[in-house]
């Protein structure tokens, strides 16, 4: 009897009682940025009490680490396929900071993307009141979050944003709400555990406070093992058909680079002759542009809408057709020899025509000039008669190109084959 009143004893002391407790705290990133500021509205401060409560776990502890998940989300700004891999990137950086705690395994880490986040967005402006026309404000986020965030009435849901009321509430929104965006929020989830020979030995203060939820929502949860590695890619193949109509083949490339921003090199080639008849047709060259990207096209995806930009460029030709002949460029020399150089400032808007192509209308205006020289065929040889300059301000870009976009999620998914 003594034997099993002592089993009953010592089953008793053994009893387990938990509940779930969530530490959480949200962790800053600056615009378009993944790397871990600790000076950012106090992130060194929320980890380094993150860090303390994870190295007060001994194993007698009241707490037990059961999970770390991190929520992130972004600002409306933005393509969704870059704001999906910034807020995965951004959770892997937090989960490399809490990799150098032993407590701290992989498989407890998990990551829920929320997107953009429209609800968060709906949340400040109404604490705002210094949002312009907050009311027709909150109205719009409303239905935008009643169509899900989707494009509605051909028009992106940031488009909508930004032709409210001349843009002003958006350039509000951009910089005094945006920011409070462009967080992840961070929980540790913890099993509680009172042993009874634990009881009263516990007369120190917890090592924290945390609030002990009833009921835990289950959230979407993606494990780390299976989120994408790489990161969105956006890089472009191009041809002007317009230089190709004429005989001179070309080919251009382009990448994105981030911020609405690319740059783009584009090269041309013919040189074709006949010399029985005196007929030459030769130019080469290329230019070289910087372009931003802008309008509710380019927001919903890279390289694609409305862009302007500026550009430098060089050119050699050789034009004769039977009579008098120009060449732009030393006679017998290389590109260099005395090209034709310039430069302007260009407009353009790459329109879907399929899943991965695009037609991109690009017209530039600017200088271009350099020296050339007017001969005559006479016989087999051809006589030199002049040196000039040539001065030329006006259109010196003209494009309509076949565009290949190639790349991670570089793929039009409204317009052209799905």
Request: proline share 5%.
């Amino acid at each position: 009897m003594n034997r099993l009143l002592l089993g009953i004893a010592l089953l008793l002391c053994s009893v387990t009682v938990s509940a779930v407790v969530e530490d959480s705290v949200r962790i800053y990133f600056r615009q378009s940025k993944v790397n871990l500021d600790m000076s950012l509205h106090g992130n060194g401060d929320a980890l380094a009490g993150i860090g303390d409560r994870l190295r007060s776990q001994y194993p007698d502890s009241l707490f037990r680490l059961e999970r770390v998940e991190v929520v992130g989300g972004a600002s409306p700004e933005g393509s969704i396929a870059f704001n999906r891999w910034l807020s995965e990137r951004r959770a892997g950086v937090l989960f490399d900071y809490f990799r150098r705690y032993e407590e701290v395994e992989d498989s407890m880490m998990t990551f829920t993307y929320l997107g953009r986040d429209w609800g968060g967005l709906i949340r400040l402006v109404e604490q705002d009141s210094d949002v312009p026309f907050r009311e027709e404000v909150l109205d719009l986020l409303h239905e935008i979050v009643a169509h899900n965030g989707e494009p509605f009435d051909g028009l992106d849901a940031v488009a909508w944003l930004k032709q409210l009321r001349g843009g002003k509430p958006y350039l509000y929104m951009y910089t005094h709400i945006f920011p409070e965006l462009r967080a992840s929020r961070l929980q540790l989830w913890y099993a509680t555990v009172w042993r009874m020979r634990m009881i009263e030995a516990t007369k120190q203060p917890l090592p924290f406070a945390p609030s002990v939820v009833a009921t835990v929502p289950e959230p979407v949860m993606v494990p780390m093992a299976t989120m994408p590695a790489k990161s969105p890619f956006y890089m472009a193949l191009k041809t002007n058909l317009l230089t190709d109509a004429l005989l001179v083949p070309s080919i251009g490339a382009e990448f994105y680079l981030g911020g609405n921003w690319s740059v783009v090199g584009n090269w041309m080639y013919g040189w074709w002759k006949t010399d029985r008849h005196h007929w030459y047709w030769r130019a080469y060259g290329g230019d070289l542009a910087v372009r931003y990207w802008f309008g509710s096209a380019a927001q919903a995806k890279p390289l694609t809408g409305h862009h302007i930009g500026v550009y430098g460029q060089v050119l050699t030709y050789d034009f004769e057709t039977g009579g008098k002949g120009q060449i732009a460029g030393r006679p017998g020399g290389s590109l260099w020899d005395k090209c034709h150089a310039g430069g302007g400032i260009e407009y353009g808007y790459s329109l879907p025509i399929r899943r991965r192509l695009n037609l991109d209308f690009t017209i530039g205006l600017g200088y271009v000039g350099g020296q050339y020289w007017e001969y005559k065929p006479v016989d087999d040889c051809y006589v030199w008669q002049a040196t000039k300059r040539r001065h030329w301000w006006g259109p010196t870009k003209a494009e309509v190109s076949l565009v290949w976009l190639i790349g991670r999620d570089n793929v039009n998914r409204k317009g052209g084959a799905q």
